[in-house]
């Protein structure tokens, strides 16, 4: 587990066109072309899906309307998940790679240039529950417990769609989203938490070892 001190001196984060540009250039050199459609809003995840598809060179059979329709509500479903997530980047630059979470019924969702803050995502038939793990007990100052919870508190209520808690020992920040959530939906809530992560890690630093 990499040490906080580590985590805060880390280089400075990539801006959005910065991601951008890396990203398009990985795609280029991968051999991959960009291609501009014009469709209903409503069908937008189905078409991420079937862009994720083709790029593994896989040509998706074609389905009926009413397939498409319900891609917008089909979000809880974990494994769909991981396999539209995975290699995904989103409209502000963010770039996911996902992973079955180890002895978990869930996803693990590592966000480029951001793996030492994976996201675990788990879903039942009530809500989709999106987490990544902080620091430990034992990494807090002993004499500086109250400030680092205090400051904790002040954070919850500025965060965006982001709070915090803790699972044992470990300190976490985590968003719900409701089961009929669409892809889009979880991928702001991915984007949200993990600066939410890098904010949180900047303001308590002088509270941990």
Not at 52 to 66: F, I, K, S, Y
Not at 78 to 103: H, Q, V, Y
């Amino acid at each position: 587990m990499a040490t906080t001190e580590s985590r805060i001196g880390r280089a400075r984060p990539l801006t959005a066109a910065e991601r951008k540009r890396r990203q398009r250039d990985r795609l280029q050199h991968a051999g991959l072309t960009a291609v501009e459609v014009w469709i209903p809003a409503r069908h937008r995840p189905f078409l991420r899906r079937v862009e994720q598809l083709l790029r593994r060179n896989v040509v998706p059979a074609l389905v009926e309307t009413d397939d498409t329709e319900s891609w917008g509500r089909r979000a809880m479903d974990i494994n769909m998940l991981r396999e539209t997530l995975d290699d995904f980047t989103s409209e502000n630059g963010f770039t996911f790679a996902a992973r079955e979470a180890d002895g978990e019924e869930a996803i693990e969702i590592v966000v480029e240039d951001r793996d030492e803050f994976p996201i675990v995502i788990s879903a039942d038939d009530e809500q989709i529950l999106c987490l990544t793990y902080l620091w430990d007990e034992a990494q807090v100052k002993t004499t500086s417990r109250t400030e680092l919870l205090a400051a904790l508190l002040e954070m919850n209520v500025p965060l965006p769609l982001s709070s915090f808690g803790k699972i044992g020992d470990r300190y976490v920040v985590f968003g719900a989203l409701a089961a009929g959530s669409t892809i889009e939906d979880v991928v702001t809530e991915l984007e949200v938490l993990s600066d939410n992560t890098l904010e949180a890690i900047e303001v308590v630093g002088p509270f941990l070892n």
